[in-house]
C-alpha cells in the first residue's frame, strides 16, 4: 500500500487518477465483509431483536450465512436473474438490516445504546422492556 501512495504522490493528472481507482479497489471490502463486520459491531445494541426476529420464524440468527445470503441476493438483482426464488431468510435478513442501518445512524449522532434500543423497539413495535442500568 505504502508504494501505491508513492505513486500517486509523484504522478499527475490521469496517472494519478488510475493509481488512485487502483488504491480505492485494492482497499474496498467486499459488501458482505462489511454487512458482517456491522452486525457485529452493532451486536450488543441490535442483538436482542434479530435473535428474536429469527427465533420467531424457527431459525438461528448467524452473521456469516446472513452475510451470504444478502450478497447472493444482491448479486442475483444486479445481474438480471429476477426469476430466482427469493429465500425467505433474505426478507429476515432485509427486516435486520433495518435495525442495524437505523442504529448506525443514531451512533453516529452520538445517541447511547439504550436510548437506540428504546428507539427501535418503539419505531418498529418490538415489545422489548429494557431497564437503564
Avoid: W
Amino acid at each position: 500500500m505504502g508504494k501505491m501512495q508513492e505513486f500517486i504522490n509523484t504522478s499527475t493528472g490521469k496517472k494519478k487518477d488510475i493509481f488512485k481507482r487502483l488504491l480505492k479497489l485494492i482497499n474496498s471490502d467486499p459488501l458482505s465483509e462489511k454487512i458482517k463486520k456491522s452486525a457485529e459491531d452493532f451486536a450488543d445494541i441490535i442483538g436482542c431483536f434479530g435473535e428474536h426476529l429469527y427465533k420467531i420464524n424457527n431459525a438461528k440468527m448467524n452473521y456469516s450465512e446472513m452475510e451470504k445470503r444478502l450478497a447472493d441476493q444482491r448479486n442475483d438483482f444486479a445481474h438480471g436473474n429476477i426469476d430466482i426464488d427469493i429465500n425467505g431468510l433474505s426478507l429476515l435478513d432485509l427486516m435486520f438490516m433495518e435495525f442495524l442501518i437505523y442504529a448506525m445512524q443514531l451512533k453516529k449522532f452520538e445517541i447511547d445504546d439504550l436510548s437506540i434500543r428504546q428507539s427501535i423497539n418503539d419505531l418498529f413495535h418490538q415489545n422489548f422492556v429494557f431497564e437503564n442500568k
